[in-house]
């Protein structure tokens, strides 16, 4: 559970991690096969956090072990429930620049086609989704790809750049005590409601403004949780690099290239050849 909280919060979809459970005949502990509602389900079970909850809600500390820490918890619920992530995590692109390649003439995403001519030979493509105008094979895109972004990752260069673009170092177990001071003052407010000392206004008031600092809290903390597949590829120094690569499913691939650069393919004379020369690396797209 732990490697699949660790491999979710680095970009892998579920559909891998329940797809490599199954084959290594791993099961639910009712001997149920694993698929990405029931990996999901217990992914952001905040049982294996250590919290006690009632009713669907936090209400303390559980009394056991946790498999996990509360930061990878609220980082997990984070992705997972996340309704512009969510096809993310259980949708793996089979391609490595399929809807992350764009058109240079009018910035559309590109999908992977496959063509059959008149001969019945198969042909892989990647074409403009706002327009049949541009198309380029593929095999051949995805291979010079791979090839610049191996250059890039053996220089080490843009993993330093990215992580020098996040500022001020994050005190964690500060947070953390301002996290709990926080939902301390609520259970404060609930109280005083209770004891007649605070109106309902003046509870739903004060408890609004708590709950924004806490969620403001508890984003902070999942964003911190999030691991860079891009460092994950260089974890363990240039020279293992190109084994992690290729052991690298193409989704993943696809997601370090994501933070590396933005492919730009610019339109090129005789319709769909690739010439490389025709391949941009802009700088990547910050969400």
């Not at 918890?73 to 490595?96: C, F, M, N, Q």
């Not at 496959?114 to 995805?142: I, M, W």
């Not at 999030?226 to 499913?249: F, N, Q, V, Y």
Request: aromatic share 8%; glycine share 8%.
């Amino acid at each position: 559970m732990r490697q699949a909280a660790a491999d979710v919060l680095a970009g892998m979809s579920l559909r891998q991690i329940a797809r490599r459970w199954n084959t290594e005949g791993v099961t639910s502990v009712r001997g149920a096969a694993w698929n990405t509602g029931r990996l999901m389900r217990m992914l952001v079970n905040p049982r294996y956090a250590g919290i006690r909850t009632y009713n669907g809600r936090e209400t303390a500390p559980g009394k056991w072990a946790a498999i996990i820490d509360t930061d990878t918890h609220r980082g997990l619920v984070s992705v997972l429930r996340d309704p512009t992530r969510g096809a993310a995590v259980s949708y793996e692109r089979k391609y490595i620049g399929s809807y992350r390649y764009l058109y240079g003439r009018c910035g559309a995403k590109m999908q992977h086609t496959v063509s059959t001519h008149a001969n019945g030979k198969s042909f892989h493509n990647y074409r403009c989704t706002a327009a049949t105008h541009l198309s380029r094979s593929q095999p051949e895109l995805d291979a010079y790809v791979e090839q610049v972004a191996l250059q890039y990752l053996r220089r080490g260069e843009a993993l330093a750049d990215k992580l020098s673009d996040n500022g001020n170092e994050i005190d964690v177990n500060e947070l953390r005590t301002r996290r709990t001071a926080l939902q301390a003052r609520l259970d404060d407010l609930a109280g005083l409601f209770a004891e007649g000392a605070i109106d309902a206004s003046q509870l739903k008031r004060g408890s609004a403004e708590l709950r924004t600092k806490v969620s403001a809290i508890d984003t902070t903390l999942a964003e911190l949780a999030l691991t860079s597949p891009l460092a994950a590829m260089t974890a363990d120094g240039a020279e293992e690099i190109e084994k992690r690569w290729e052991a690298a499913s193409p989704d993943m691939r696809g997601k370090v290239i994501d933070e590396l650069f933005t492919v730009v393919v610019q339109p090129a004379p005789r319709g769909r050849y690739f010439k490389r020369e025709f391949i941009e690396f802009a700088k990547p797209r910050r969400a």
